[in-house]
């Protein structure tokens, strides 16, 4: 059972910036497409970006392109998010999440993830 575990959330005023990780247990993290989904309240879960299991590509929202950068380090089992230049309507609880299947293909819809971490909520003030 892989189990996924976020960290880095917080409160920062527009334009700041925070780092997401999300580390992995129990599974063979080296092999999962890696992904960050969101959920601001009120709203569906949204697909952020996502990162194949050698790094050699990644996909982000249009929403988020030039400002968040997706990165994972396999030998510490982590997936990361760097979030910059944030602005309120990034508030939300963010979701890291596994894809196990060896396909190693980038899919942004949530039902193709099979692991989910418990989410970390990231805050923006204007």
């Known amino acids: 059972q892989v189990q996924l575990v976020e960290s880095g959330g917080g409160l920062v005023q527009a334009g700041g910036s925070l780092r997401l990780s999300c580390t992995a247990s129990?599974?063979?993290?080296?092999?999962?497409?890696m992904g960050w989904f969101r959920q601001a309240p009120g709203k569906e879960r949204e697909f952020v970006t996502a990162?194949?299991?050698?790094?050699?590509?990644?996909y982000y929202v249009d929403s988020v392109k030039g400002r968040f950068t997706i990165s994972r380090d396999n030998a510490k089992n982590t997936v990361y998010l760097q979030m910059n230049s944030l602005k309120p309507e990034d508030t939300a609880v963010y979701y890291c999440?596994?894809?196990?299947?060896?396909?190693?293909?980038?899919?942004?819809?949530?039902?193709?993830?099979?692991?989910w971490g418990q989410g970390t909520q990231v805050t923006v003030s204007s």
């Open positions: 990162i194949t299991w050698n790094s050699g590509n990644t």
């Open positions: 129990g599974g063979t993290f080296s092999t999962y497409v």
């Open positions: 999440a596994a894809d196990v299947n060896p396909a190693n293909y980038i899919y942004t819809q949530s039902r193709y993830y099979d692991y």
